[in-house]
Every structure is written in C-alpha cells, then in structure tokens.
C-alpha cells in the first residue's frame, strides 16, 4: 500500500462521503453514453491516465465501444465509488477497486461475479495472473469479482555500497533481528544516514501496512478465528516494540510523521540506508534520473515466524452489478489487464510504465526486464509468495495480510495507529498505545460475534 488508504465502506453508517472532486482529463461524467458505450470510474494514478489516453486510439477502435472516464484522486475515488455502488445506480458500469473493497463489496452483492466471462475468455489466459492477486480477488462464495490492472508486494531496498563498505552481506531472505543487526552497525556510518526507514505516519494504510507483516511474521494477529480482539496478546506486542525500538533507535529524522513518500525521498537523497516497502518503489529508485539507481538491492520481506511477509496490494476492476452493459464492460476489463495491453504501454509509452505486478508472464518478458532487471525478481517472488488467506501462524477470521478485510478496519486502523505514532514520538509506552487499540479492536470484534451467535 504505497499510499495512504482511506475509508472505502461497505454500510451507509460507516460511510463519511465528501465529494471534493471532479472528473477530469476530459474523462466525461458517468451514464454519459449510448448503448455501444461503457462508464468507467478510476483513480487518477500515473497508469491509470496512461490507459486513458491509450483508449481511443485502441479498444474503441478495435471494438466499437466507446469509453467514457471519470477520473478522480484517491479519497475522493473511493468515496465515490463507496457511493455509487453501494446504491446500485447503475450510472457507472466499472470502477478501478483494490482487493481489500472486492471481497466486502462482492458480499454485499454491489459487484458482478467474472467467473462466466474468465471462462469463455480464453485469450484472457487467467492461469497467467498471479495466483495471490486471483485469491486476493476471490470472494468467500469461490466467485472472482475483479481482475487486477497492476499489484505489489513488499520488501527489503538498501544500500548495496553502503553494506559493502561495512563488509555486510544483506542476505537474500533476511530475519528481523538481522535487519536490525545492519541498522545498527550502518547508522551514521555516512553523514546525515541513518540505518533504516519504517513508516510512523498514522493511517491504517501508512503505519499499519508494514507494521502489521512484522505482526504476522512474529505470531501475532488483530483478530483470531472466533473473533477474539488480540491487539494486547504477547505477540502483537512484542512485533510492534521490536518495530518502535528499531525506528526510535536506527530509523529516520521525523519517523512519527514519515510515510511512503517521505521514506522513498530519505532513501533517493542518501538519508537512510535501507526502506521496508513497497515493491511499487523500485520504479523511482531505479529510473533514469534517481541518483541511487544501480545502487540498491532488493531482500525478501523479513521474517520471524512465517516463510514469508510480504503484503498484497492490486488496483483492480470490477463491475457494477446494476450494469446494463456486462458484456462491453468485460472486453474492456479483458484488454486493459491483458498482456496485449502491457505490450502496448512498453511500445508507445516504456516499458518501466507497464502496470505490472499482476502476470507471470510480465517477467519473462524480455523487453520489461531490460528496465526492470534490479527489482523484477524480488518483486514477482513477493507477490507468489503473499498469501491473503493464511498470512501468519494462525487461522484468521478475514481476508487480508496488512489489513482485516472488514468495513470497520479503516476506522480501527487508524485509530489504534494513532497511538502506535505516538509511541514512535516517545509520547506513551508502546503498552499503553496497544492497550489503546485492544479496547478499539474489542469493539469490533463483539459485532462479529453478535452477528455470529444471531
């Protein structure tokens, strides 16, 4: 989760709608169109806007079907989306939706399962997606409800001349208490740097999204299968003292206020020797102009526990059950995840823009790997080795590694980050900040078990 990731909501009650944007790059608003035209309803993201200016000239011109766009940032997306969907208008055929809104929104009947289309669309070639992003995407009914445009995992980026100056050899599946071993022992060994970057900013997807693996890996878990709040158990505990010593000790200047974006600008400007992140961040530190490109490495999410730690996180598509146009809506979606389309964007924009993170075959592609070659493997192996459906050491009642696919986790994530921020500032005890969210987490969990027992 490469950027903060706010309130989708699935019920009218935990819904705060705001609309504070508008579409844009001439996107058109939504029911716009005739009957050999499709809405669509994305985020703004850079391959988002690539895929729009690709449209035309393409799909409507190899298909007929006339594309009309609303564009919106992030929140304001999500809010819409939240919407639309959940009133079933109809006024939106497709939205761009991530995996953590599929699987709640599927439950709620507001998307239209794929499984017909997958399957009399063999040039899709389904077996090619990743199989975490098709679990990931897969609602408890064993129905696919999205398709993903481009995914990520998370892993370890450092320094390969900054180690090798100390005589350190990062290894390629690295343990925690190795990790912090490096941190200590490369801090302050250049000027201004400092052994490594964690994020500390508030947010159920800022802090909560690494910081929840490193829960999983050391045994820990927000919620057990019976819906038992285990925030303040042992092993939650322990991963989050762990996360707060090794960021107030070795971690950046600001960590309480550092996120994505500022732990990537630490690590291009030479402030830090090693990120845990996203896989979605090797793109800026290797392009052409970033002054760390060929100088960084690339490890396997570290571990305690578990074999693996990485999270999973695709910007994907479904469609509006309500939608009067199914079909058109699927040949879009089948050429805008295709590998024809990746093809596409390497030939008429670069291949270091093809949205990627979601195909086998992405990384046996010679042509993405020529851009792609530091960071390709690492990232496929995260992403092939996340499993949505058992991220930790014990059943888990949801769906979900650095998130609990449950509407209230937006609210409870960010609450109780709160609190792990504040602990990260010196401003309470990482006890108290937990004893905090247990009681938060409590909350929800006797929802879960009142629906449970009624």
């Known amino acids: 989760m490469s950027r903060a990731r706010l309130l989708p909501g699935t019920v009218t009650a935990l819904l705060a709608v705001a609309l504070a944007g508008c579409a844009g790059w001439g996107?058109?608003?939504?029911?716009?169109?005739?009957?050999?035209?499709?809405?669509?309803?994305?985020?703004?993201?850079?391959?988002?806007?690539?895929?729009?200016?690709?449209?035309?000239?393409?799909?409507?011109?190899?298909?007929?079907?006339?594309?009309?766009?609303?564009?919106?940032?992030?929140?304001?997306?999500?809010?819409?989306?939240?919407?639309?969907?959940?009133?079933?208008?109809?006024?939106?055929?497709?939205?761009?939706?991530?995996?953590?809104?599929?699987?709640?929104?599927?439950?709620?009947?507001?998307?239209a399962p794929l499984d017909g289309y997958v399957g009399a669309d063999t040039a899709f070639d389904q077996a090619d997606i990743l199989k975490p992003m098709t679990q990931s995407l897969t609602a408890d009914d064993g129905k696919l409800y999205g398709e993903p445009f481009y995914g990520e995992s998370s892993f370890l980026m450092y320094r390969k001349d900054v180690l090798d100056?100390?005589?350190?050899?990062?290894?390629?599946?690295?343990?925690?208490?190795?990790?912090?071993?490096?941190?200590?022992?490369?801090?302050?060994?250049?000027?201004?740097?400092?052994?490594?970057?964690?994020?500390?900013?508030?947010?159920?997807?800022?802090?909560?999204a690494p910081l929840t693996t490193v829960v999983n890996t050391f045994g820990g878990t927000w919620f057990d299968a019976g819906w038992n709040a285990r925030v303040d158990a042992p092993e939650f505990r322990q991963a989050t003292q762990f996360y707060v010593d090794l960021v107030r000790a070795h971690g950046e200047t600001g960590a309480p206020q550092a996120g994505f974006t500022e732990c990537l600008n630490n690590l291009i400007q030479g402030n830090v020797a090693m990120w845990y992140d996203a896989t979605s961040a090797a793109g800026s530190l290797e392009a052409a102009d970033s002054p760390v490109k060929g100088k960084i490495g690339y490890a396997a999410a570290p571990v305690v526990r578990?074999?693996?730690?990485?999270?999973?996180?695709?910007?994907?598509?479904?469609?509006?059950?309500?939608?009067?146009?199914?079909?058109?809506?699927?040949k879009f979606i089948s050429w805008a995840s295709s590998k024809q389309y990746e093809q596409l964007v390497g030939e008429r924009i670069g291949w270091s823009s093809v949205p990627a993170g979601k195909r086998s075959s992405t990384y046996t592609n010679q042509e993405y790997l020529k851009v792609a070659s530091a960071f390709a493997a690492p990232t496929r192996d995260a992403i092939?080795?996340?499993?949505?459906?058992?991220?930790?050491?014990?059943?888990?009642?949801?769906?979900?590694?650095q998130f609990v696919?449950?509407?209230?986790?937006?609210?409870?994530?960010?609450?109780?980050?709160?609190y792990v921020s504040s602990a990260i500032a010196g401003q309470m005890s990482v006890t108290e900040a937990?004893?905090?969210?247990?009681?938060?987490?409590?909350?929800?969990?006797?929802?879960?078990?009142?629906?449970a027992e009624g």
């Open 27 to 111: 996107g058109g608003g939504g029911g716009s169109g005739g009957a050999n035209s499709i809405d669509v309803l994305m985020v703004n993201n850079p391959q988002m806007i690539d895929l729009q200016r690709l449209t035309a000239d393409h799909f409507t011109k190899q298909t007929g079907i006339t594309v009309n766009f609303t564009v919106l940032p992030e929140n304001d997306v999500r809010d819409k989306i939240s919407q639309e969907f959940s009133s079933q208008a109809g006024q939106y055929d497709i939205a761009s939706l991530s995996n953590f809104e599929i699987p709640i929104y599927a439950k709620s009947k507001w998307i």
């Open 165 to 208: 100056a100390q005589g350190i050899t990062m290894p390629a599946k690295p343990t925690w208490q190795q990790v912090a071993d490096i941190a200590a022992q490369v801090d302050g060994k250049q000027p201004g740097m400092a052994g490594i970057c964690l994020r500390g900013q508030p947010g159920w997807g800022q802090i909560f």
């Open 306 to 330: 578990t074999p693996a730690s990485g999270w999973l996180y695709a910007w994907s598509w479904s469609i509006q059950q309500a939608s009067e146009k199914k079909d058109n809506a699927w």
């Open 384 to 401: 092939a080795g996340a499993d949505p459906r058992n991220p930790g050491v014990q059943p888990r009642p949801a769906l979900g590694i």
């Open 405 to 418: 696919d449950i509407p209230e986790f937006t609210d409870l994530g960010t609450q109780a980050s709160q």
């Open 434 to 451: 937990l004893d905090r969210g247990q009681r938060l987490a409590e909350d929800v969990a006797e929802r879960y078990k009142s629906r």
